[in-house]
């Protein structure tokens, strides 16, 4: 004959293992205030940086390669439907033999059916100065035949932590045999 427990023990330790179940889980928050002193940070600042990207579709050595792309995008006026991969140089001047301040690395896709638009999704990785190995990220549609077009920073790292802000693009040169361009970035940037 098996021994039973008496109902008034088995209920104390179901209240016993559900009240420490219950426990358990209030102690794992999802999400806290805090105070942005507790993290190191100071008053805001915003920073303008100026600084030209060499797309170059063209030679033995492109920084913009393109990886897919649709049934249709060989068709389209647009080339919609093309992605592309990118590791462009970001230089203090327009030459291509001007100082390297960093790089735009990322993707770009031809979003627009009949627009020439981009779908910008990159980040420009600094290499000079105080900002080497900061980063900041964008985000963004790009009408390229536009004559000043608008992207959002929407992060950053490094000295760029927390950053949000916007960057101004305006084409210097485009080469419509090739596809190769230089476009001169204005970019405002709101940190800590």
Same mark, same amino acid.
């Given at each position: 004959?098996? $021994?039973?427990?008496?109902?008034?023990?088995?209920?104390?330790?179901?209240?016993?293992?559900?009240?420490? %179940?219950?426990? $358990?889980? $209030?102690?794992?928050? *999802?999400?806290?205030? %805090?105070?942005?002193?507790?993290?190191?940070?100071?008053?805001?600042?915003?920073? @303008?940086?100026?600084?030209?990207? @060499?797309?170059?579709?063209?030679?033995? @050595?492109?920084?913009?390669?393109?990886?897919?792309? /649709?049934?249709?995008?060989?068709?389209?006026?647009?080339?919609?439907?093309?992605?592309?991969?990118?590791?462009?140089?970001?230089?203090? !001047?327009?030459?291509?033999?001007?100082?390297?301040?960093?790089? /735009?690395?990322?993707?770009?896709?031809?979003?627009?059916?009949?627009?020439?638009?981009?779908?910008?999704?990159?980040?420009?990785? *600094?290499?000079?100065?105080?900002?080497?190995?900061?980063?900041?990220?964008?985000?963004?549609?790009?009408?390229? *035949?536009?004559?000043?077009?608008?992207?959002?920073?929407?992060? !950053?790292?490094?000295?760029?932590?927390?950053?949000?802000?916007?960057?101004?693009?305006?084409?210097?040169?485009?080469?419509?045999?090739?596809?190769?361009?230089?476009?001169?970035?204005?970019?405002?940037? %709101?940190?800590?």
């Amino acid at each position: 004959m098996a $021994q039973t427990i008496p109902k008034c023990k088995n209920v104390i330790f179901t209240l016993l293992i559900f009240s420490s %179940l219950l426990l $358990q889980t $209030q102690s794992h928050k *999802f999400a806290n205030k %805090l105070s942005p002193k507790s993290l190191g940070f100071k008053k805001e600042k915003l920073t @303008h940086l100026h600084f030209y990207f @060499h797309d170059i579709v063209s030679g033995d @050595h492109p920084t913009a390669v393109r990886v897919a792309e /649709a049934s249709m995008t060989n068709t389209s006026s647009t080339f919609f439907g093309a992605l592309v991969v990118i590791d462009d140089p970001l230089t203090m !001047g327009p030459e291509p033999t001007s100082k390297i301040v960093g790089r /735009a690395q990322g993707i770009y896709a031809s979003a627009g059916l009949t627009e020439a638009r981009l779908l910008m999704t990159l980040n420009y990785v *600094f290499s000079e100065g105080k900002y080497n190995g900061s980063t900041l990220s964008i985000l963004g549609s790009n009408s390229v *035949f536009s004559k000043v077009r608008e992207m959002s920073i929407v992060g !950053g790292s490094g000295l760029f932590r927390f950053a949000r802000g916007y960057a101004l693009a305006k084409t210097h040169f485009f080469n419509l045999s090739n596809g190769d361009a230089v476009v001169e970035y204005d970019v405002y940037v %709101l940190h800590y």
